[in-house]
């Protein structure tokens, strides 16, 4: 049987694909889906996603990409790729992060000295209260 590819077009309706979805969902504990993921990856495989998701979240908070890559260790591709992915992508990263789109918009020219805000960072800021 030759092996399975998935595309973009049809992954989300993968019988191994939604099998494992429903796998994550079960877990109901960090302790499950730490268990879960070390079982189902390498470590090579769970460094590589945990790296994606800082990257997002730095993305999220306005980090620059060549800031991002110094603090990670991440190359600029990956954080170009997470990035788009973020912006275009199935709304994953955002849902998780509760960001929105056109995360690296400035609002507003900052003052002297100042580093300019992202208009994500400032709804993040402006929800935590809530």
């Not at 790729?81 to 507003?108: I, Q």
């Not at 805000?117 to 809530?130: F, R």
């Amino acid at each position: 049987m030759a092996k399975r590819r998935f595309t973009e077009d049809s992954f989300k309706r993968e019988p191994w694909f939604k099998a494992l979805c429903s796998a994550l969902v079960q877990c109901k504990t960090e302790e499950d889906m730490a268990a879960f993921m070390r079982d189902a990856a390498t470590l090579s495989e769970l460094q590589a996603l945990s790296e994606r998701f800082e990257v997002a979240k730095l993305l999220a908070q306005g980090i620059t990409y060549r800031e991002i890559a110094l603090r990670t260790g991440a190359s600029t591709t990956t954080v170009t790729r997470v990035a788009s992915f973020l912006e275009n992508g199935e709304g994953g990263y955002r849902k998780v992060l509760n960001a929105h789109r056109h995360h690296r918009m400035v609002s507003s020219a900052p003052t002297r000295g100042e580093r300019p805000a992202s208009v994500l960072q400032k709804y993040l800021d402006k929800n935590k209260n809530q």
